[in-house]
């Protein structure tokens, strides 16, 4: 009967056992699962937002980006078909952290851009207001307003400073 106990008690521990080791991975796989599916909804997200954004939503995305990759990292190689599916995720993310940090600095030179003209448009409209410019002033004006025009210009179409950059370029154009 000890056999008998000992033998019943060995098979329920191995029971037990694997139950709880079969537990645990579907566990840990949901788990992967989870990364998977919130890491692919993050790069939907992003792929698909292309409209012109500010610094403040370009390093918004930037830090999502890092989060998901972050997360990412967390899924073992051990987990077979998540793992793949995760490093293909992880190569888009990467991607898209390389086009997101190109697009912050087009977007700081273009901000750059716009402020220097703007401060141009202000000193050449301070030298308009000068009773009887003389011509070399009146050139100097010129160049200045012509200088803004070209910085608003080489503004690019996809930042968030390209309306404001058009609306003082054409009414600049205007004046000169």
């Known amino acids: 009967m000890n056999t008998k106990i000992v033998s019943l008690g060995a098979v329920a521990a191995i029971v037990v056992a694997g139950t709880g080791w079969f537990g645990w991975t579907t566990y840990q796989?949901?788990?992967?699962?989870s990364f998977l599916a919130s890491a692919e909804e993050m790069t939907t997200k992003i792929s698909s937002d292309n409209a012109p954004a500010s610094l403040?939503?370009?390093s918004a995305r930037q830090?999502?980006?890092?989060?998901?990759i972050s997360t990412l990292n967390k899924i073992p190689p051990s987990s077979g078909d998540i793992y793949r599916k995760a490093q293909?995720?992880?190569n888009k993310l990467k991607e898209l952290e390389i086009q997101t940090t190109q697009r912050m600095e087009n977007e700081k030179l273009a901000i750059?851009?716009?402020d220097k003209?703007?401060?141009?448009?202000?000193e050449a409209s301070q030298s308009t207001k000068k009773p009887s410019p003389t011509l070399q002033e009146r050139k100097a004006?010129?160049?200045k307003y012509q200088e803004a025009i070209s910085l608003l210009e080489k503004i690019p179409a996809d930042t968030s400073v390209t309306a404001e950059a058009k609306?003082?370029?054409d009414s600049k154009l205007v004046c000169v």
């Open 88 to 90: 293909e995720r992880w």
């Open 112 to 114: 750059s851009s716009l």
């Open 29 to 33: 796989r949901g788990v992967y699962e």
């Open 141 to 143: 004006t010129y160049d």
């Open 63 to 68: 830090k999502n980006i890092d989060v998901a």
């Open 117 to 122: 003209a703007k401060v141009l448009i202000n």
């Open 56 to 58: 403040d939503v370009l």
């Open 167 to 169: 609306k003082n370029s």
